[in-house]
């Protein structure tokens, strides 16, 4: 089991009430601070072995973006630009310019977008297994989407658990955490639930992750990354969101992506899964590693 690095709690205001940030600080108050956006059903802690990882070089900063665990109590609308307005707020107030931005899944078009949107705040990128989209098929509805997009992940919105162990375990026969379990891949699924035994459920709201999946398909949220004032770097994990041997991206993917002529260094990461590249020691460590170099480039 992988012991949790310590962390802080803090509160930022956003429209509508609060934003809930987890805080790792470097050993030097004055390091570069890096703000770290979570997946589309996930929270702040997805980010706990990195911070570990990291080992104190940077400041590391992780929300729980609207809609989602300690910030759940947010109104909507929600929507990937709803979040890039939120991570703007957050990097104001932590006093920063030119913060390094990365995020996993979802959180990298939120990256994306927010480096569009706001140029003269976030440095270079890291962009985990996300960012770069294709467009929709055009045949199916919104919720048709979403199961495509994510998978049983959705179904997890509407289930409820007896007990914390019960919620355990139906993640740990997740093909993805297959011999991949760890006291942080613990605290970072626990940290999702909500309500009281026995009728836990996660915390995300259904409408939030509704919309912010329909909304990965928006033209703006597509060609954000061919339109990056600062270089991107987008590590890739080589297996799927259920470990299966097709990633979300491969090389194929990748060239029909047509990222030639941008900023976005693609950078592949072997014996990974969707999960793991940022949950497990291999990947975490990776992620770690391009944090601290981006956060020397910027700085």
């Not at 740990?172 to 459920?201: K, M, N």
């Not at 909304?215 to 987008?234: H, I, N, Q, W, Y």
């Not at 944090?291 to 700085?299: E, K, S, T």
Request: proline share 6%; glycine share 10%.
């Amino acid at each position: 089991m992988s012991p949790l690095a310590e962390y802080e709690e803090i509160e930022v205001p956003v429209r509508g009430g609060s934003l809930t940030a987890l805080r790792w600080p470097a050993a030097d108050p004055e390091a570069p601070v890096v703000v770290a956006l979570h997946g589309i059903t996930s929270n702040a802690l997805s980010w706990a072995a990195v911070a570990r990882l990291l080992a104190g070089r940077v400041t590391l900063v992780a929300p729980d973006l609207r809609g989602r665990a300690g910030s759940a109590h947010l109104p909507g609308p929600y929507g990937i630009a709803a979040h890039t307005d939120d991570v703007a707020a957050l990097t104001e107030a932590l006093g920063r310019e030119r913060v390094v931005l990365a995020g996993h899944s979802m959180g990298a078009f939120v990256a994306a977008l927010a480096a569009v949107r706001h140029p003269d705040r976030f440095g270079p990128l890291l962009l985990v297994d996300g960012g770069v989209g294709f467009p929709a098929p055009t045949h199916l509805t919104p919720d048709e989407l979403m199961t495509a997009v994510i998978g049983p992940a959705m179904d997890r919105l509407s289930m409820t658990f007896p007990d914390r162990a019960a919620y355990r375990a139906f993640w740990q026969a997740h093909p993805a955490f297959a011999g991949a379990w760890s006291e942080e891949v613990d605290a970072y699924i626990q940290r999702d639930l909500t309500g009281a035994e026995p009728a836990l459920r996660s915390s995300c709201r259904i409408e939030a992750i509704r919309t912010d999946g329909v909304g990965l398909f928006d033209e703006e949220v597509l060609s954000a990354v061919r339109r990056l004032p600062a270089d991107a770097t987008l590590l890739w994990a080589a297996r799927g969101l259920m470990d299966e041997e097709q990633g979300l991206y491969d090389e194929a993917r990748l060239a029909a992506a047509g990222l030639d002529g941008t900023r976005v260094e693609p950078v592949a990461v072997k014996d990974v899964n969707h999960y793991t590249v940022l949950t497990g020691d291999r990947g975490a460590g990776e992620v770690a590693d391009r944090l601290v170099a981006c956060a020397l480039r910027a700085g």
